[in-house]
């Protein structure tokens, strides 16, 4: 049987919650926001999403072996919860709202380790490739923690949590955002000892207006911080100085000449860069420059995080690529896989890198929406065309209804290019226009899915 995170009396006086008991339960040994999700001896907290109601799953969650719920005090005669809780011999944690009980209860449950080294990375781009790279580091040297995959929302995050365990001596948490308040609530529930910004850029600029006010949200990730704790800051990013301002804690700069270890870099095009550091040569398989700034504020962390070289080294060698982002793989074309994510900043990135190739055969540069750029779209994806027209593509194929600014631009200088919104009219037109030997960049917005073209551009199953 798996051991209790916490108590149901502990958890609710901690955070003000009502306690309806009616099991021989003591506490909970997992938590789960998804009622498919929950395991025997689980808290279940009922969410209110978009289009569904956690509160119409409790009994579900009961039925799966959750030994209590997380509900608020407005739906209870609603749903009949305590009825139902009665009935089946299961405990209810009553709250005004679930998602701030959610967060509260994964505060006070961190809180419970006192030695753990906290350590929260945020930014516009590259976060969660540096929490991967972080993490790979310091797992040589400490047991550690970290989110999985993308967890790093309002829920992600306090779920990721509930993976602390009494043997973790490191966690390595990413905070991502889509609204106003949401790296406060999140630093809140953390309270990073070590805090690092990879950089500002205009990704989620939809929600937030302009680049200040993305500023002044991501430092938010600095705002827990005691006077002995770490905010790391990229020297060269242009908002470096904003990021500092009135930050309690020891502020650094970090940049690849901040560090005396560091004795420069060589690329190896698509198999990485090779580091060389302390007198090694480290071989990081990541391609292109922004994955090097991400090794290198990883090894920030790593160096206030007391870890060896021989850590660092290890560390970046065993790391591999994420599903859609930098991945390359090999078929009748090579594949550059960089459709995760996209905003201008990295997708101008990605157009430079394949660009400083030297590759045999033609470049085809497949790009799609940036999303979540609001009213600063259609200036963006002018500039993404201005960018293709001076780049070093002999094939464009653009997809999507917000690009459409890109093949104005392109239109105007009279360039070559495909355009359509239509995924199977674009894979059709790529599988005639690609030949052996192509490198093909796939880049663009999660919303877009372009990682269906691979089968078609590699002739292998390669999506993941």
Request: with cysteine; proline share 2%; charged share 30%.
């Amino acid at each position: 049987m798996a051991t209790n995170l916490m108590e149901f009396d502990e958890l609710s006086l901690s955070i003000g919650a009502r306690l309806f008991r009616f099991s021989q339960e003591k506490g909970f040994s997992s938590v789960a926001i998804d009622s498919r999700a929950v395991k025997q001896g689980g808290l279940f907290i009922a969410l209110k999403g978009a289009s569904r109601d956690g509160h119409d799953f409790v009994t579900r969650a009961f039925e799966d072996g959750a030994r209590a719920a997380m509900v608020e005090s407005s739906k209870l005669e609603k749903f009949d919860l305590v009825k139902t809780a009665q009935k089946m011999n299961k405990d209810l944690i009553v709250v005004e709202n679930t998602l701030k009980g959610f967060q509260d209860s994964a505060r006070v449950y961190l809180e419970k380790f006192p030695k753990l080294l906290k350590i929260g990375i945020t930014g516009s781009s590259g976060k969660t490739t540096t929490k991967e790279i972080t993490s790979s580091i310091l797992s040589c040297e400490k047991n550690t923690v970290m989110n999985k995959g993308n967890l790093n929302s309002e829920t992600g995050l306090p779920l990721s949590v509930f993976e602390v365990l009494s043997c973790h001596e490191a966690c390595v948490l990413e905070l991502g955002m889509n609204r106003q308040g949401e790296i406060c609530e999140l630093a809140e529930v953390l309270k990073p000892n070590i805090a690092l910004v990879t950089n500002i850029g205009s990704a989620h600029i939809e929600f937030f207006g302009s680049k200040s006010k993305i500023v002044n949200e991501k430092k938010c990730i600095f705002k827990f911080l005691k006077d002995d704790d770490i905010a790391l800051i990229p020297r060269d990013d242009e908002y470096s100085k904003e990021l500092s301002g009135g930050v309690r804690g020891k502020v650094k700069f970090y940049a690849q000449d901040c560090f005396s270890e560091f004795e420069g870099t060589r690329s190896l095009g698509l198999d990485g860069t090779e580091i060389f550091w302390a007198g090694e040569r480290i071989r990081f398989s990541l391609p292109g420059k922004h994955c090097l700034d991400d090794a290198m504020a990883a090894i920030a962390i790593a160096k206030e995080a007391a870890v060896s070289d021989e850590a660092i080294k290890r560390g970046l060698e065993s790391v591999r690529p994420l599903f859609g982002r930098q991945e390359i793989l090999r078929g009748r074309t090579t594949v550059i896989r960089d459709c995760y994510n996209a905003n201008p900043e990295s997708t101008e990135q990605s157009v430079e890198f394949c660009d400083s190739l030297d590759w045999p055969s033609r470049k085809v540069y497949v790009l799609a929406d940036m999303l979540e750029l609001g009213e600063q779209s259609q200036t963006a994806h002018a500039r993404l065309g201005c960018i293709l027209s001076e780049s070093k593509a002999q094939g464009i194929f653009l997809f999507g209804n917000e690009i459409k600014a890109a093949c104005r631009y392109l239109e105007e200088k009279n360039m070559p290019f495909f355009h359509t919104d239509d995924i199977d009219k674009l894979s059709q037109a790529l599988d005639r226009y690609v030949q052996e030997g192509d490198l093909v960049l796939l880049k663009g917005s999660r919303g877009c899915a372009l990682e269906r073209l691979t089968d078609t551009l590699t002739g292998v199953n390669n999506v993941s």
